[in-house]
């Protein structure tokens, strides 16, 4: 069994100094599994969009994960990265009952399948790159409605448990030929 060490590293990515932050990774040594779950949501109108909420959303959600998995992708010399985010990444807008994503973050989380198929040719054989679009996780903070609503909505009456998605990415470290693709963890939504 290898030694592993984590770091956690919090980081404000809406104010940049990814370099600084690639920097603090690099620190304690290349890594051998990448984790990019950076995320805003919001749920803007369309007749509410601005500039600054596109370049916000965009930056946070798609330019930031984009440009962490390449420079640690070509720093690594074999592993795995996972791009977790929801399934907006592969499905339509209306995927979760209750939600109503805006056009950026739709936007921003769906060019994420064309950054883990590019990611995965470009830094293969050495790197593979899968994404993990998760449904509903439970979340206290939101309402008893919104909560029962998204769990009827669900086929499989079960919110997914943070457990399965660490499973997840602990057997995409273990199948080898896994690379370029996009898993589903969602109850079947």
């Known amino acids: 069994m290898r030694e592993s060490t984590v770091k956690v590293i919090r980081w404000d990515f809406g104010r940049g100094g990814l370099d600084s932050f690639i920097g603090e990774v690099l620190s304690v040594g290349v890594p051998r599994l990448v984790v990019l779950s950076a995320s805003y949501y919001d749920s803007t109108p369309l007749t509410g969009i601005s500039e600054d909420l596109v370049d ?21 010399s074999e592993g795995l990265i996972v791009f977790l985010t929801d399934m907006v990444a592969i499905e339509d807008r209306c995927v979760y009952v209750g939600l109503r994503p ?28 899968v994404g993990i679009a998760v449904g509903w996780v439970d979340n206290p903070r939101a309402s008893s409605r919104l909560r029962q609503r998204a769990l009827s909505s669900i086929p499989t009456g079960r919110f997914v448990e943070p457990e399965e998605i660490c499973s997840l990415i602990k057997t995409a470290t273990e199948l080898p030929n896994l690379n370029g693709v996009f898993l589903e963890l969602s109850g079947g939504l």
Not at 103 to 117: D, E, H, Q
């Open 102 to 129: 805006s056009l950026p973050y739709v936007a921003s989380r769906r060019a994420l399948t064309a950054v883990v198929k590019y990611l995965a040719r470009e830094l293969a054989p050495k790197v593979r790159v």
């Open 56 to 76: 916000y959303l965009l930056k946070v959600n798609l330019a930031t994960p984009l440009y962490i998995a390449v420079k640690l992708g070509t720093a690594m």
